[in-house]
């Protein structure tokens, strides 16, 4: 197992469509175990595979409350297949655009389907954070980002701020 690098804000791989798993192989079971290594440590409740620059319809999630009680899922190729009309404004983070946290207001609850590590095809129902974050990755595996919901405004600010941190670490 290892920790990859994240891929941060503004590289322009965060904004490929992934593409779906068609086999689960030893290097997939490999990849999804670095990506929860890495999603830990970061530390995060999710993580798409792009953004370790792998674009590839992957995503691994844990929204469990305790650390003592992890809940690790491997979700490949996962959909929405049904979302609520109530709506919900949750603060929302991204590891690719690091210590950067805005309010963003997506469906309450949402139904997905997924295959995991063993090739089953799953459905489940997701509330609350779990909601929230399946529908952040999912987002990313369509190269969506979550200040792509907020004003102009905001956007170009961020923009220009991590545009302005590349530069200068290409600098540095
Ligand atoms: O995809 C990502 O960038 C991961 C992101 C997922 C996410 C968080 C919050 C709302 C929607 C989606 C993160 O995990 S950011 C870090 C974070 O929120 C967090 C970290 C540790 C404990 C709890 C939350
Ligand atoms: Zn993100």
Redesign the pocket.
Known sequence: MSIRPLVILPDSKLRLISEPVKEITQEIRQLAEDMLET?YD???????AI?IGVPIRMVTMDVSKTEDERQPMVLINPEVIWASEEKRV???????IPEYYEEVERPDRVRFRYMNLQGETLEQDADG?MA??VQ??ID?LNGVL?IDYLSKLKRDRVMTKFKKAAKREVGA
């Open positions: 999603m970061a530390p995060g409740v999710g993580l798409a953004q949750y603060e929302e983070g991204c590891l690719s954070l929230t974050c952040h990755e990313h979550f």
